[in-house]
Nanobody, 117 residues
């Protein structure tokens, strides 16, 4: 069965960095666009970034451009989100999702990112 398992969240100070990972299994990873989305309490779900099947195209929401970098390793069935220059407004539960923006069919359990001094 399809499984997506996120890791790497935690507490970071403003201006700090975290690297999220999402290990995928149960499907042919290289055949799917992957996304990172986040949920902020009281604000709903926000798509953050996406990456094409072979990593040749990357997309970001405006609020994270220049700070976050999405990447993937198809040999390891893993997608990453490098988050730099973190801001308190980046605090959220981050999910890895299979599919492009707005068209996800599987999700992970999420990893909490908290940015606070």
């Amino acid at each position: 069965q399809v499984q997506l398992v996120e890791s790497g969240g935690g507490l970071a100070q403003p201006g700090g960095s975290l690297r999220l990972s999402c290990a995928a299994s149960g499907f042919t990873f290289s055949m799917y666009t992957m996304s990172w989305v986040r949920r902020v309490p009281g604000k709903g779900l926000e798509w953050v970034s996406g990456i094409w099947k072979d990593g040749s195209d990357l997309w970001y929401v405006d609020s994270v451009k220049g700070r976050f970098t999405i990447s993937r390793d198809n040999a390891k069935n893993t997608v990453y989100l490098q988050m730099n220059s973190l801001k308190p407004e980046d605090t959220a539960l981050y999910y890895c999702a299979r599919g492009p923006r707005g068209d996800y069919d599987y999700w992970g359990q999420g990893t909490q990112v908290t940015v606070s001094s």
